[in-house]
């Protein structure tokens, strides 16, 4: 019988690689660090494993067709598709979860992981912006 990683892991295998990228960073350096902290790990973490990857890609919004001058700004964008937005705080909230929603929104990535490092233990929400789509193409393969 599989465990629900083992299935996890092949359903989604590249948020599974980041997961366990941050695990590793989580495992090393505990919680109670900056944010800034766990982004210079992780992205060395990431580049041991050879996931590809961008850091503080700038996520423009478009507001009834005109780019708006402010931006977000993705911690990480994993294999050109995934949204990765980093915290270092004592638990996740709603306002965590709306910015990565409106993140996704802005440009349409629909992978995105929440991870925080804040807590005692590693924290993480994996999120799917069309679930729909996603299943669809999940049947397909």
């Known amino acids: 019988?599989?465990?629900?990683?083992?299935?996890?892991?092949?359903?989604?295998?590249?948020?599974f690689a980041i997961?366990?990228?941050?695990?590793?960073?989580?495992?090393?350096?505990?919680?109670?660090f900056l944010e800034a902290v766990y982004q210079e790990a992780l992205a060395i973490e990431l580049t041991i494993r050879k996931i590809p990857f961008q850091r503080e890609v700038p996520l423009p919004v478009v507001y009834k067709g005109e780019k708006l001058i402010c931006s977000y700004r993705a911690d990480f964008?994993?294999?050109?598709?995934?949204?990765?937005e980093l915290k270092a705080i004592s638990q996740l909230t709603g306002a965590d979860e709306a910015q990565v929603i409106n993140e996704m929104k802005a440009t349409g990535i629909q992978r995105a992981l929440l991870i925080n490092f804040g807590a005692p233990s590693l924290e993480y929400k994996r999120r799917v912006f069309n679930l729909r789509e996603s299943a669809k193409s999940a049947e397909e393969n």
């Open 1 to 15: 019988m599989k465990s629900a990683d083992d299935k996890n892991s092949q359903r989604d295998p590249e948020t």
């Open 19 to 32: 997961i366990g990228a941050a695990m590793e960073v989580h495992r090393e350096l505990g919680h109670g």
């Open 77 to 84: 964008v994993c294999y050109e598709n995934v949204l990765v």
